[in-house]
């Protein structure tokens, strides 16, 4: 099936700074969404995007629906140590019988904070 | 708030053997989903149903079998366990209220097949 490209794959940074990944696509989507996980835990929902060019904030977290529709970018403030984990990009692609009920995932980028 | 629950968290098991992954949601959703994540393969859909009593294949469905008797259960089947299904298992579901709505996850059941 399609597969999103995430880049980064990992990423090591400082606390304090700025983080930024994406994710693109050869086709285009009709919503993004970007999740973390936690190590032994299930992926969690920080922002959902539902309309290109949507720029949406969760506290230090800012995700933007790439106009395009084909690309979604997420990025973290001022990180902090538990921002440490795997952030995963996701999407539906539009309505094509079963197949619109899948979500499509990135492969992952894996985020540590030195503190 | 029990949202999305897993059972068992940790199994081992003999090749060959069978056994049953359970997930119940709390959430009224109609979608539910199960999902294998193994390193660098990111999550891939092994089935999914879109409502009691149906269920379709997704990405990886070989090997594996579903049921979907009650709204709120969604049981993962393997009748004959291999080593390549050593994995991170996950479940999810999803609101059928509107459109592309999020899917809300399991934390997990933690499979080793040896």
């Known amino acids: 099936g399609q597969q999103l490209n995430q880049s980064p794959q990992s990423m090591f940074i400082q606390e304090g700074e700025d983080v930024s990944m994406n994710c693109t696509s050869s086709s285009i989507f009709n919503t993004w969404l970007w999740y973390k996980q936690d190590p032994g835990e299930g992926p969690v929902l920080l922002i959902a995007?539902?309309?290109?060019?949507e720029l949406t904030s969760n506290g230090r977290l800012t995700a933007q629906f790439g106009i395009t529709r084909k690309d979604s970018f997420l990025n973290i403030s001022a990180s902090i140590p538990s921002d440490v984990g795997i952030y995963f990009c996701?999407?539906?692609?539009?309505?094509?019988?079963?197949?619109?009920?899948?979500?499509?995932f990135g492969k992952g980028t894996k985020l540590s904070v030195i503190p | 708030n029990a949202g999305v629950t897993q059972t068992p968290k940790f199994r081992v098991l003999k090749t060959g053997q069978s056994m049953t992954l359970l997930c119940a949601q709390d959430?009224?959703?109609?979608?539910m989903y199960w999902y294998r994540q193994d390193p660098g393969m990111g999550l891939r859909l092994i089935h999914y149903?879109?409502?009691?009593?149906?269920?379709a294949k997704g990405e990886v469905p070989d090997g594996y079998n579903v049921s979907r008797l009650k709204k709120q259960n969604f049981l993962l089947g393997l009748e004959s366990a291999a080593p390549s299904q050593t994995s991170v298992y996950f479940c999810?579901?999803?609101?059928?209220?509107?459109?592309?709505?999020?899917?809300?996850f399991g934390d997990g059941t933690r499979l080793s097949i040896l």
């Open positions: 996701a999407g539906y692609e539009p309505y094509s019988g079963a197949g619109s009920y899948q979500l499509t």
């Open positions: 995007l539902y309309k290109a060019g």
């Open positions: 999810a579901s999803s609101s059928r209220d509107s459109s592309n709505q999020p899917q809300h």
């Open positions: 959430m009224n959703h109609e979608y």
């Open positions: 149903s879109v409502g009691e009593g149906t269920t």
